[in-house]
């Protein structure tokens, strides 16, 4: 067989063309995202999700995507499904793009190097293994205590509002929607809420609240099991 003979290799396919459209802006722990609706055809099918782009994006950094989220016949219901998404379920959509780069980073040797640093260190209650070589805590354990705590903090904060401002404020914070709860939406407005006054306390950044809890972790449970159980404001 001559080398002619053989059917040259088919050219490698070119990426379908994507067609973005805006879909606002969200803000998370102080910085503002803006939030754009991707579509592309494969094959006879359209598929789409989400991409997140940094307004004050730092050098080397790149926007944020989601999996895909639609398959759908055509473009047009791709838009209409993405419209029908409340701001709560792009924001957590966010939180979730935000949690994969953040397992990403802290996957590479510096950040580990890190991490194991901080996590190991006996004077802010790590190495129970041998030499102290082990922590106490994982990296995913003290994400959820993060999280947990971030909640707390608005549970509180709540705590500390007379009733009557309380639900003036969450009047202006949903535009003058009140949250009936005989309604099927009644989840997404008080998510809205939570998000709203989340997003504006001065909560330490991960990085920071790490280092704060390792050294004073019997302060951080005494305050849970004030808040939760005891019935009374720390």
């Known amino acids: 067989m001559r080398a002619s003979d053989v059917d040259p290799a088919p050219p490698p396919e070119a990426p379908a063309p994507e067609y973005r459209r805006s879909v606002g802006a969200l803000e998370r722990d102080g910085r503002g995202w803006a939030c754009e609706l991707i579509a592309f055809a ?4 359209w598929r789409g999700g989400f991409a997140f782009l940094p307004t004050d994006p730092k050098p080397g950094e790149d926007e944020l995507r989601t999996a895909t989220i639609f398959v759908e016949d055509s473009q047009a219901e791709i838009h209409a499904k ?14 979730s793009a935000l949690h994969v780069r953040a397992q990403e980073r802290a996957s590479s040797p510096f950040l580990q190097r890190w991490f194991r640093k901080v996590l190991s260190d006996p004077e802010l209650g790590g190495g129970d293994g041998i030499d102290g070589a082990e922590p106490r805590a994982d990296l995913d354990e003290l994400r959820s205590l993060y999280a ?30 009140r949250i009936d709860f005989a309604a099927r939406d009644r989840l997404q407005l008080a998510m809205i809420v939570v998000e709203y006054i989340e997003s504006r306390l001065p909560l330490p ?24 159980r005891e019935g009374v404001l720390p």
């Open 42 to 45: 494969h094959g006879d099918v």
């Open 82 to 95: 993405a419209r029908s998404m409340g701001r709560p379920l792009l924001e957590a959509l966010l939180d």
């Open 148 to 177: 947990s705590y971030r909640m707390d903090q608005v549970a509180h904060f709540i705590a500390l509002v007379e009733p009557d401002d309380f639900h003036r404020a969450v009047d202006e914070i949903l535009d003058g929607q």
């Open 205 to 228: 950044p991960f990085e920071t609240w790490i280092v704060d809890f390792l050294g004073h972790r019997d302060r951080y449970q005494d305050y849970a099991h004030e808040l939760h």
